[in-house]
């Protein structure tokens, strides 16, 4: 019987050790695991993201390019070097044209018109319009100047822009595919023409 109590006893103990065992590698695994999240949380993070990232190179597509620049109407513009430039002695008109143009008939890629007028832009439009020459306008900016742009209506409809600076008004004539509304003359311009308004700035 005493044999009996010892052996219960012994296995009591043994019970008792293995479950403090087993609570103590109950408590250090999960230590364990909190400081493994902890340091994976707390790390530096040493990825190269420059790797990653693409880099971009932004293309002048006008670099290239010829500058126009007519310091008595205090403008400049680039245009694309298989252009020519001339300025009609009468009216005063510059004119920009592809080289192979014969000019008879062909309607320019760009006309600047500038006249020292002292007009205000909302007289200058109400002027262009009142001699239905210019229609279908909505405000813009050229250069970082209050602008409208519209149809120009000569012996073509044209794409138009009207701006006006110091003291002088500025017309800016582009010929286009389209003809019909405003939104359809501006998608008939041409890349180029586009950037040419883009370049387009007042030297002073």
Do not use: C
Not at 33 to 38: E, S
Not at 52 to 68: F, S
Not at 131 to 152: D, K, L, P
Not at 160 to 171: E, P, Q, R
């Amino acid at each position: 019987m005493e044999l009996n109590n010892d052996i219960h006893t012994e296995h009591e103990h043994a019970t008792t050790s293995l479950k403090v065992l087993l609570l103590v590698f109950a408590v250090v695994l999960v230590s364990a695991l909190a400081y493994l999240v902890w340091a994976q949380n707390t790390a530096p993070d040493t990825t190269d993201d420059s790797a990653a990232v693409t880099k971009k190179t932004t293309v002048d597509p006008t670099a290239d390019w010829k500058t126009y620049t007519n310091t008595e109407l205090n403008i400049s513009v680039k245009y694309p070097p298989t252009y020519v430039v001339a300025q009609d002695s009468v009216s005063g008109v510059i004119i920009f044209r592809k080289a192979a143009s014969t000019g008879e008939g062909d309607y320019p890629e760009m006309a600047i018109t500038a006249k020292n007028t002292n007009m205000t832009l909302a007289q200058f439009l109400a002027a262009e319009k009142a001699g239905t020459r210019f229609a279908g306008e909505q405000q813009t900016t050229v250069s970082g100047q209050a602008a409208y742009e519209g149809m120009n209506l000569g012996i073509l409809t044209a794409y138009g822009m009207l701006t006006v600076y110091g003291g002088n008004s500025y017309n800016l004539v582009m010929k286009s595919a389209n003809q019909d509304t405003l939104s359809d003359v501006k998608t008939g311009l041409t890349a180029d023409q586009k950037l040419m308004i883009t370049s387009f700035s007042f030297s002073k």
